[in-house]
């Protein structure tokens, strides 16, 4: 399946922003949906936002007017910028992509810890 690679997590105050990055070993001009989930501890995995080859997207109300999901096809790469940052953000964040129309299921990133204090 497809290797998705995250990067740019990290420590935040509340209020702050931060981007992350999720680069993949294939051409993502040809996967359709990728995006975004966080899990929490003790909590179950979360979508926080999906964004189409056509970029279409779709965000959380949780998240909705503070962060953004975005690609950019020639670099292989999705972003999520996340402003106006609020403890309760802090999570594993995990990069997906949806390989469900080729059978392969999702591919998953290995995860990137957002931690942001008050």
């Known amino acids: 399946q497809v290797q998705l690679v995250e990067s740019g997590g990290g420590l935040v105050q509340a209020g702050g922003s931060l981007r992350l990055s999720c680069t993949a070993s294939?051409?993502?001009?040809?996967?359709?949906?990728m995006g975004w989930y966080r899990q929490a501890p003790g909590k179950q995995r979360d979508l926080v936002a999906t964004i189409t080859s056509g970029k279409n997207t779709f965000h959380a109300d949780s998240v909705k007017g503070r962060f953004t999901v975005s690609r950019d096809n020639a670099k292989n790469t999705v972003y999520l910028q996340m402003n106006s940052l609020k403890p309760e953000d802090t999570a594993v964040y995990y990069c997906?992509?949806?390989?469900?129309?080729?059978?392969?299921?999702?591919?998953w990133g290995q995860g990137t810890q957002v931690t942001v204090s008050s």
């Open positions: 294939a051409n993502i001009a040809s996967i359709n949906v």
């Open positions: 997906y992509a949806d390989l469900r129309p080729r059978g392969w299921g999702l591919s």
